[in-house]
């Protein structure tokens, strides 16, 4: 939120003095969102910033008129949101992530630092619309890498405790988690789920990896906010959502946290510590 309102200063505006932001949280229970959209919608918002893809969905569906910015991990085209990415056209324009992008590189990650591995658990929410696009590339690389995908699926707290007891069971080597809203709200469950089940895990931010999780991998929260800050600011200034191009944030980190791997007993290969961003210790 700190780098969303930088995103909005930037074109001018500070939250109570010359612009108000009113914020909604749907803390990952997807099936709220449309009423929490029509509310803001009934309070004749200037402009809507949806900040993950069920949300973008959620407002796309909502309204052809209100203002609306998006973040999402996905293709804004498959998905619907935009006609294109250079002339979104229509009410709707946007950020996109390189989540999708940087999928395999994970998979990667996990060779490079567990070369024995050869299960890997995949934890994906099915309740999130751009889940298959995310695993969509993770399940086209794991046979290159010689790794087999072992797919489980969780949308609550109690889902994410038994896909973890469940791995334990099938005895994986490590688990990649498919980037949701859902899972970064829920980043201190995963972290301490990993150590006390003892499953070398990779997820997509860092919020994940300072809760004790092992690595993550991927475009940076921070870079995308802010973009969606700036170009709500720039539509309150009167620029039109159709002559704003869909921006990628191309901004990629990787965090390790030795103090996981030293407690799960890895060895941090120097190589990966040298390209690492961050390393908690």
Request: overall charge neutral.
């Amino acid at each position: 939120m700190a780098a969303f309102r930088q995103g909005v200063k930037e074109a001018g505006y500070v939250d109570g003095q010359n612009v108000a932001i009113e914020y909604r949280w749907a803390h990952g229970q997807y099936e709220r969102l449309p009423a929490l959209t029509a509310e803001l919608i009934d309070r004749a918002v200037a402009v809507l910033a949806a900040t993950t893809t069920p949300a973008a969905l959620a407002a796309k569906a909502a309204t052809t008129t209100v203002p609306t910015v998006f973040s999402t991990s996905g293709n804004p085209v498959e998905l619907g949101l935009v006609a294109s990415l250079s002339r979104p056209g229509g009410n709707v324009t946007g950020v996109t992530t390189l989540n999708v992008e940087t999928g395999p590189k994970r998979l990667e990650l996990v060779r490079e630092l567990i070369p024995t591995a050869t299960i890997v658990g995949l934890l994906v929410n099915p309740t999130n619309p751009a889940a298959s696009t995310l695993s969509r590339g993770l399940e086209t690389a794991a046979p290159t890498l010689g790794l087999q995908l072992d797919v489980l699926h969780a949308s609550t707290e109690r889902g994410i405790d038994d896909a973890f007891a469940t791995l334990v069971q099938r005895r994986v080597s490590a688990l990649v988690i498919v980037a949701d809203a859902f899972f970064t709200s829920r980043s201190e469950q995963l972290g301490a789920l990993t150590l006390r089940h003892a499953v070398p895990t990779i997820y997509q931010y860092h919020e994940f990896v300072e809760a004790g999780g092992l690595m993550s991998y991927g475009g940076s929260n921070t870079d995308t906010y802010r973009w969606v800050g700036n170009y709500s600011g720039r539509i309150l200034k009167g620029e039109k959502p159709a002559d704003l191009p869909v921006q990628q944030s191309t901004k990629i980190e990787l965090i390790i946290n030795l103090k996981t791997a030293k407690a799960l007993g890895l060895a941090v290969p120097l190589s990966l510590l040298g390209r690492a961003d961050e390393v908690i210790e």
